[in-house]
């Protein structure tokens, strides 16, 4: 089956360590996106790549690194520098639909730092 | 700034009509999404509109009028499985970026 597979589903962390959270997609997408969900709010986008070895920040970069290496893989690193790092986190490729861009989503990984 | 605004809550009743508005105020605008998010899942994609007017998929349509900056997503025959996160998304960058609004609760009473 295609799909995103992001993991792991469940991260607990301490304060001021990096942590790095996997995103691999067969769907052969070359559009990558990671957005962060807090509490009740929306999704805020983090990064996102429209093709392998390129990427660009989106609007919450600041804590947060990523690499695109290969076009299946878009890990998401989450820095000691992210100053409130606790959240559900969501991988996403982008499929085309009627000339848009239509996100598919992981599962999403919930971190929590302690 | 790039800014989408929806109602925090919306309440109906099990087979009624709901319409969930959204208006937003994005650079670069290319066109509405909405997405569905149950408690603890993905956001899964509902409908896209590229164009004005409306667009029509199963038990849910969606609305963009582009010189109002304003769209909604309507929702028919509600079902008790409809209770979710519902958001609007503005994709930007020629399509490429999507940004989204802080989403709106819909419950679905018997």
């Known amino acids: 089956d295609g799909g995103i597979t992001q993991s792991p589903k469940y991260l607990f962390r301490k304060e001021g360590q990096n942590v790095t959270l996997s995103c691999e997609q067969n769907?052969?997408?070359?559009?990558m996106y990671w957005y962060r969900q807090d509490p009740g709010q929306g999704l805020r986008l983090i990064y996102y790549?429209?093709?392998?070895?390129?990427?660009q920040k989106g609007d919450i970069a600041e804590g947060y690194s990523v690499s695109r290496e290969k076009k299946e893989s878009f890990p998401l690193t989450v820095t000691s520098a992210q100053k409130n790092p606790t959240a559900f986190y969501l991988c996403?490729?982008?499929?085309?639909?009627?000339?848009?861009?239509?996100?598919?989503f992981g599962a999403g990984s919930r971190l929590t730092v302690l | 700034g790039q800014s989408l605004e929806q109602p925090s809550e919306v309440t109906a009743v099990e087979g009624a009509i709901v319409q969930i508005n959204c208006t937003y105020q994005?650079?670069?605008?290319?066109?509405l999404s909405w997405y569905q998010q149950h408690d603890g899942g993905a956001p899964t994609f509902l409908s896209y509109?590229?164009?004005?007017g409306l667009e029509e998929t199963g038990r849910f349509s969606s609305f963009l009028s582009r010189s109002d900056s304003y769209g909604y997503l309507l929702l028919q025959e509600l079902q008790m499985k409809d209770s979710a996160s519902y958001f609007c998304?503005?994709?930007?960058?020629?399509?490429?970026?999507?940004?989204f609004g802080a989403g709106t609760r819909l419950f679905v009473k018997a």
């Open positions: 790549s429209q093709i392998v070895n390129d990427f």
């Open positions: 996403a490729s982008a499929g085309q639909y009627s000339g848009a861009n239509v996100l598919i």
């Open positions: 994005t650079s670069g605008f290319y066109g």
């Open positions: 769907l052969n997408h070359d559009a």
């Open positions: 998304g503005s994709q930007v960058t020629g399509g490429f970026k999507t940004i």
């Open positions: 509109n590229g164009l004005d």
